[in-house]
């Protein structure tokens, strides 16, 4: 069973950065399609984030484009969001995800990070 743990939420002002972190238990971010994802208060769903694939494509909403970059470093079993110039709406839990595109059934989630954007 992959385990994916999130870390690096907090408390952040307006315009400040934050950056998150997913370690794998396993070597899996190189080998499936990971994403981030958030859900605000209040909210039912989660909405993705990003979006980056085995061969390092990258996509983003246009939320968080320009402002936020996925990223991952496979030595360490470790993806990234650095997120910038976060404003009030950012406000959510960050889940990691990782989905065999193969296999779609076949899927793994963390147990998501805080993030807070307030003054």
């Known amino acids: 069973q992959v385990q994916l743990l999130e870390s690096g939420g907090g408390l952040v002002q307006p315009g400040g950065s934050l950056r998150l972190s997913c370690v794998a238990s396993t070597s899996i971010f190189s080998q499936y399609v990971s994403h981030w994802y958030r859900q605000a208060p209040g909210e039912q769903r989660k909405k993705l984030v990003a979006r980056i694939t085995p061969g390092g494509s990258t996509e983003y909403p246009d939320s968080v484009k320009g402002r936020f970059t996925i990223s991952r470093d496979d030595a360490k079993n470790t993806m990234y969001l650095q997120m910038n110039s976060l404003k009030p709406e950012d406000t959510a839990v960050y889940y990691c995800?990782?989905?065999?595109?193969?296999?779609?059934?076949?899927?793994?989630w963390g147990q998501g990070t805080q993030v807070t954007v307030s003054s």
């Open positions: 995800h990782a989905m065999n595109f193969d296999n779609p059934s076949q899927f793994y």
